[in-house]
């Protein structure tokens, strides 16, 4: 067990320099005479989904971007939402489009996503760049795991040769995680809530991401001494509290460095949805 406290790693701090970086490109462009549109679709009015579109929306317009949100009702129809993601692609005013997940039971999901655009997919998700990225060739990536990676590098944490874990196998977070850090020269394992002696995977890795979506799943004696943990996981509590996928307090007596949850990655996908607007634009 490591006598000395884990560097936590600030996702607050990492946002704030990605989002300063972003801006002054935007600027560039403004000044160029070029506008940059990002267009948010959120079907329904889920309390916690239109929290984060309106953060999202604020951002963007904090950064110069022309931001607007397409709400469309619970019960809209699929083809209908279809006709306005075909609107969206055809208006040369708008550079990225995001889908607001999840969406109602009665749609097709992987059908919607991949009617978008796939230069205007600036969650990453168009089967097109999810190939693109598979042969390190991506440009729009989703946005949490090129935001872990924007981490790990603010940090200066070394990847190559290392042994990394990744519990999750999401087309969201899991698996193009573990793509970019394969292309870091990790040797990556993917495993997931049906892994059998996850601890002995856990035990050999030099760095551990948790996207599994289960509440202090991993725990700290099952991790290596001096191990990297990045926890992607935001469950909430039944007493109303939120924490991740890694049990904080026992993962934090071995690792060398870790994430908080919250404060941790979250902070990094809107800064990331950002930075991916502004090279949507830019292409």
């Given at each position: 067990?490591?006598?000395?406290?884990?560097?936590?790693?600030?996702?607050?701090t990492?946002?704030?320099?990605?989002?300063?970086?972003?801006?002054?490109?935007?600027?560039?462009?403004?000044?160029?005479?070029?506008?940059?549109?990002?267009?948010?679709?959120?079907?329904?009015r889920?309390?916690?989904?239109?929290i984060?579109?309106?953060?999202?929306?604020?951002?963007?317009?904090?950064?110069?971007?022309?931001?607007?949100?397409?709400?469309?009702?619970?019960?809209?129809?699929?083809?209908?939402?279809?006709?306005?993601?075909d609107?969206?692609?055809?208006?040369d005013?708008?550079?990225?489009?995001?889908?607001?997940?999840?969406?109602?039971?009665?749609m097709n999901?992987?059908?919607?996503?991949?009617?978008?655009?796939?230069k205007k997919?600036?969650?990453?998700?168009?089967?097109?760049?999810s190939?693109l990225?598979?042969?390190?060739?991506?440009?729009?990536?989703?946005?949490?795991?090129?935001?872990?990676?924007t981490?790990?590098?603010?940090?200066?944490?070394?990847?190559?040769?290392?042994?990394?874990?990744?519990?999750?196998?999401?087309n969201?977070?899991?698996?193009?995680?573990?793509?970019?850090?394969?292309?870091?020269?990790?040797?990556?394992?993917?495993?997931?809530?049906?892994?059998?002696?996850?601890?002995?995977?856990?035990?050999?890795?030099d760095?551990?991401?948790?996207a599994?979506?289960?509440?202090?799943?991993?725990?700290?004696e099952?991790?290596?001494?001096?191990?990297?943990?990045?926890?992607?996981?935001?469950?909430r509590?039944?007493d109303g509290?939120?924490?991740g996928?890694?049990?904080?307090?026992?993962?934090?007596?071995?690792?060398?460095?870790?994430?908080?949850?919250?404060?941790?990655?979250?902070?990094?996908?809107?800064?990331?949805?950002?930075?991916?607007?502004?090279?949507?634009?830019?292409?």
């Amino acid at each position: 067990m490591s006598e000395q406290s884990p560097l936590i790693l600030s996702g607050k701090t990492v946002a704030k320099a990605t989002l300063m970086r972003t801006r002054q490109e935007v600027q560039a462009m403004l000044a160029q005479g070029h506008e940059i549109g990002l267009c948010v679709v959120q079907i329904g009015r889920c309390a916690a989904s239109s929290i984060y579109v309106n953060r999202k929306e604020a951002r963007a317009k904090k950064l110069g971007f022309i931001s607007t949100t397409l709400r469309l009702p619970e019960d809209v129809s699929e083809e209908a939402l279809l006709e306005q993601i075909d609107a969206l692609n055809a208006n040369d005013g708008v550079h990225g489009i995001l889908i607001q997940l999840p969406l109602p039971k009665h749609m097709n999901e992987q059908r919607v996503l991949d009617r978008l655009d796939p230069k205007k997919d600036v969650d990453g998700f168009h089967p097109i760049n999810s190939g693109l990225l598979s042969q390190g060739r991506g440009t729009l990536i989703p946005c949490t795991p090129k935001g872990v990676m924007t981490m790990l590098e603010h940090y200066e944490i070394a990847l190559s040769g290392k042994h990394a874990v990744v519990v999750g196998r999401s087309n969201i977070v899991g698996r193009p995680m573990a793509q970019l850090l394969e292309k870091s020269n990790c040797t990556v394992t993917i495993c997931h809530s049906r892994t059998t002696n996850l601890e002995a995977h856990l035990a050999m890795a030099d760095i551990v991401v948790a996207a599994v979506g289960i509440p202090k799943m991993i725990q700290g004696e099952w991790l290596k001494e001096g191990a990297v943990v990045i926890d992607v996981g935001i469950n909430r509590l039944e007493d109303g509290t939120i924490c991740g996928d890694v049990d904080f307090e026992s993962a934090s007596k071995v690792a060398s460095a870790i994430t908080p949850v919250p404060g941790g990655v979250g902070p990094m996908t809107i800064a990331t949805l950002m930075e991916n607007t502004l090279r949507a634009a830019q292409a």
